[in-house]
C-alpha cells in the first residue's frame, strides 16, 4: 500500500500564497500518475489538478487555471500544488491522490480513478 502524506497548508490572506507537497513512500512513484482534490466542509470533493506520471503534462479545473500550478520531482518522490492569487473559496482539505502503475501516459480527473489518498491538508484563505 502505497502512504501519501500533504504538508504546506495553513492560514493566508487573500491574494496570498501557499505551496503545498505531497511525499510517497512508493518506490515507483515515477510510474504513478498524481492528482489534487480538494473538500469545503458541507460540499463535496471535487477536482483541483492531475498530472502526468513523468511530470511533462498537467490539467486543471476551472476554478483554478492560471493560478496553480502542479509539478512533480519523481527524485524525491514529491508532487507540488503551488497556489496563488488565493481567494476565500479556496478554502477547503486539500488531498494528494496517486492511481497504481500503469502504462499509459495519461491524466486522471475524477476521484474514483485513483487508488491511494493522503490525509489532507487545511487551506484557510481570509478575505
Known amino acids: 500500500q502505497v502512504q501519501l502524506a500533504e504538508s504546506g497548508g495553513g492560514l493566508v490572506q487573500a491574494g496570498g500564497s501557499l505551496r503545498l507537497s505531497c511525499a510517497s513512500s512508493g518506490r515507483t512513484f515515477s510510474d504513478y500518475a498524481m492528482g489534487w482534490f480538494r473538500q469545503a466542509p458541507g460540499k463535496e470533493r471535487e477536482f483541483v489538478a492531475a498530472i502526468r506520471r513523468d511530470g511533462a503534462y498537467a490539467y486543471y479545473a476551472d476554478s483554478v487555471k492560471g493560478r496553480f500550478t502542479c509539478s512533480r520531482d519523481n527524485a524525491k518522490n514529491t508532487v507540488y500544488l503551488q497556489m496563488d492569487s488565493l481567494k476565500p473559496e479556496d478554502t477547503a482539505v486539500y488531498y494528494c491522490?496517486?492511481?497504481?502503475?500503469?502504462?499509459?501516459?495519461?491524466?486522471?480527473?475524477?476521484?474514483?480513478?485513483?487508488?491511494?489518498w493522503g490525509q489532507g491538508t487545511q487551506v484557510t484563505v481570509s478575505s
Open positions: 491522490a496517486a492511481r497504481r502503475p500503469t502504462s499509459s501516459y495519461r491524466v486522471y480527473l475524477g476521484e474514483n480513478e485513483y487508488d491511494y
